[in-house]
């Protein structure tokens, strides 16, 4: 299984933007899907979005119009693009495969914190 990692989380005020940046294992063009999760506390972990091998792509209502997912798949890195953010968008953020199996691990995540 492709070991994927998320980073470039940090903090910041409700309105702004954040990109985070995810490194894979092995070639993104091998895989049926990848996407972005987010864990906010008390809750499970929840898929965000997500890009599929047939180009279409995939968001939660919650994000749809301020997240956006690209994906470089020479250098096998995957982003995600955080615009307009809220308060409620505050978690850990990790990246994977789409679907996700028990054969996936997960990486440590990045923490992301949005004040309003």
């Known amino acids: 299984q492709v070991q994927m990692a998320a980073s470039g989380g940090g903090s910041v005020q409700a309105g702004g933007s954040l990109t985070l940046s995810c490194t894979t294992s092995?070639?993104?063009?091998?895989?049926?899907?990848v996407g972005w999760y987010r864990q906010v506390p008390g809750k499970e972990r929840e898929l965000i979005v997500a890009?599929?091998?047939?180009?279409?792509?995939w968001y939660a209502d919650s994000v749809q119009g301020r997240f956006s997912i690209a994906i470089h798949s020479g250098n096998n890195l995957l982003f995600l693009r955080m615009k307009d953010m809220k308060p409620e968008d505050t978690g850990v953020y990790y990246c994977?495969?789409?679907?996700?199996?028990?054969?996936?691990?997960w990486g440590p995540g990045t923490q992301v914190s949005v004040s309003s």
């Open positions: 994977n495969e789409v679907p996700v199996t028990p054969q996936n691990s």
């Open positions: 890009a599929f091998v047939n180009r279409t792509s």
């Open positions: 092995g070639s993104i063009d091998a895989l049926t899907g």
